[in-house]
């Protein structure tokens, strides 16, 4: 199952994590997960040489990130994979964390 929030991703998402220097550098921390954010704007991702879309690229505004979410949480609901009840409060929640991911530059 792949739940909304990796439907609409705002990164990427790994199911594994690399050790910072000092605690077993190299090594792998099977047990966390990772999660690398997408650049806001098209003009950061050039900057910084990632090949990843941009939120801006993908969603264009918030209106474009709440109606991918909304599709995702739809599609959920329609397979009883999410009960219905559930699908304000992912969809809010998704919102609040793209204002954050997007530090509230897309409007």
């Known amino acids: 199952m792949r739940s909304h929030i990796v ?10 994590n690399v050790r910072a ?10 047990l966390t997960g990772g999660y690398v954010p997408f650049a806001v704007t098209k ?11 941009s939120l801006q690229e993908r969603y264009g505004n918030t209106a474009g990130y709440v109606s991918a979410v ?5 599609r959920l ?23 954050q991911a997007s530090g509230a530059m897309l409007p």
């Not at 220097?21 to 099977?30: I, P, Q, R």
């Not at 994979?81 to 559930?86: E, F, G, K, N, W």
């Open 7 to 16: 439907q609409a991703p705002l990164g990427t998402y790994t199911g594994w």
């Open 70 to 74: 909304t599709m995702a949480v739809n």
């Open 21 to 30: 220097a000092g605690f077993s550098e190299g090594d792998a921390c099977d």
């Open 43 to 53: 003009a950061q991702r050039i900057a910084s040489g990632d090949p990843r879309l």
């Open 77 to 99: 609901v329609s397979q009883r994979l999410m009960v219905a009840s559930d699908a304000a409060g992912a969809i809010s929640n998704a919102t609040a964390w793209f204002t």
